[in-house]
């Protein structure tokens, strides 16, 4: 099978900007727009659709124990609101690279963030947990389409720069996951809406990063119009028999399943210790603004092809911050909380820049991060679920939580075996 590199593109990967001009590196799938202006909103839309996909999932904790209240929610029921769209994340990404070559990444990544926006207002009037499960699954859609399409989005405007992109997307991330569980509680606790006003509020950034990426759509369609160039698609196969693509997906599966069970349960299992809804929620931002530092530190340290003792270095940190918070939650949880949280900062920077260190072309790095979100995201919907679960069982956290750790220390065993492929020629999609 011939290389991925001498394939066509499809259209609907064309550069919006000028790499020269913006210092990025020159793309060799495409002429570019000259015009390093369109090249900065790009980025900006990059940053501003990342701020807007985790909100509507990380406002849920700080208020979690309101919702159970109202809704006569079990522990295992109420993960759902997390467990949902992780469940869609990993189920959508599989159809997504088909729908973006049918209908255009642009307009359907734009469809996406409207569906997000309206599922997180709808959710937030849900007079039933029916509707309340539903319009979540409205928002796990909306993420899943639209975080599975931004790494082709990188892979083809910034392909020299595709580390340096990713990282600066999961900080973006961060940031708006930090925001959230920084003021969600106050938000609840100042508005007689409670958690209603406070998770329905932040649609505000889904119209913002609506805005934005209709004005990139439009460029990039005009852009489109003018050089007047047709490329046939290609479809590039999953990659089910590769198997540093398994081991990639499991990295990924296990650093994803401790993110969402810790940013689920994190300000529920500290409510339930005494600590103050306030207090619960700033150890929610530490964990959110710890997680963002890891993305730009190991994202900025890692520039080799081979990131395995980086990524070793994540699990090992990750694992530091778990012990600690398993024997003497009490003591020094900031800390704790912080370390573990920067662990997997830095792993899921890397986690999302492996699948493009892998491969050549935009379709081949659209099937791997398809492959590797569905794995990732199918496994880590179990890690509310299991929390939760697992909480109602036994009375307590203490035994969930040594459960993570057991996941943390999982994540380090595959490691060694994420050595990237040596020859770029024997890359293919097989």
């Known amino acids: 099978m011939s290389s991925i590199e001498t394939r066509p593109v499809s259209i609907d990967t064309e550069p919006l900007h000028s790499p020269a001009n913006l210092g990025i590196g020159a793309s060799s799938e495409g002429q570019s727009f000259p015009n390093a202006l369109q090249g900065w909103l790009a980025i900006t839309a990059i940053v501003l659709v990342a701020v807007d ?33 992780n469940l869609l994340m990993g189920s959508l990404a599989l159809p997504t ?119 990139v759509t439009i460029l990039e369609h005009q852009h489109k119009m003018k050089i007047g160039r047709l490329q046939l698609h290609h479809h590039v196969p999953l990659p089910l028999r590769n198997k540093t693509a398994w081991m990639v997906a499991m990295y990924y599966a296990f650093n994803n399943f401790l993110f969402y069970a810790m940013l689920a349960w994190l ?29 730009i530190v190991f994202g900025t340290l890692s520039r080799s092809h081979d990131r395995r003792k980086w990524l070793a270095a994540c699990a090992v940190l990750t694992s530091a911050g778990m012990i600690p918070l398993a024997m003497l939650p009490n003591l020094a949880p900031f800390l704790w909380i912080s370390v573990s949280a920067f662990g997997l ?61 057991a996941i943390s220390v999982a994540t380090l065993a595959v490691t060694p075996l994420l050595k990237p492929h040596q020859g770029r020629s024997e890359i293919t999609a097989r």
């Not at 522990?75 to 997390?82: K, N």
């Not at 794995?375 to 109602?392: E, I, N, Q, T």
């Open 97 to 215: 690279p088909w729908l973006a070559r049918r209908f255009g990444r642009g307009r359907l990544l734009l469809v996406a963030l409207i569906l997000l926006c309206v599922s997180t207002v709808a959710r937030a009037f849900s007079p039933s947990t029916a509707v309340l499960l539903w319009t979540t699954g409205g928002v796990g859609a909306g993420i899943a389409v639209a975080g599975t399409l931004i790494a082709g989005f990188i892979k083809a405007n910034f392909p020299t720069k595709a580390a340096l992109l990713m990282g600066i997307y999961a900080a973006s991330l961060s940031v708006g996951s930090t925001i959230t569980a920084a003021t969600t509680g106050l938000l609840a606790g100042y508005h007689d809406r409670g958690w209603r006003f406070a998770t329905g509020a932040w649609s505000v950034f889904g119209l913002v990063a609506i805005v934005t990426w209709m004005v």
């Open 345 to 405: 900062g830095g792993g899921f920077t890397l986690g999302m820049t492996l699948p493009l260190d892998n491969t050549h072309g935009v379709e081949e790095a659209n099937a791997w991060n398809a492959f590797v979100m569905t794995v990732g995201y199918l496994f880590a919907a179990g890690g509310p679920l299991m929390v939760g679960a697992v909480r109602d069982l036994t009375g307590g956290f203490q035994l969930p939580v040594w459960l993570l750790v």
């Open 267 to 295: 300000a529920p299992m500290f409510l339930e210790s005494g600590s103050s809804p306030t207090r619960a929620g700033l150890i929610l931002g530490s964990f959110t603004v710890a997680f963002m530092f890891g993305n």
């Open 53 to 85: 996909l985790r909100p509507a999932i990380v406002s849920i904790g700080p208020v979690l124990p309101s919702i159970r209240h109202e809704f006569h929610l079990s522990h295992a029921t109420a993960s759902l609101l997390t467990s949902i769209p």
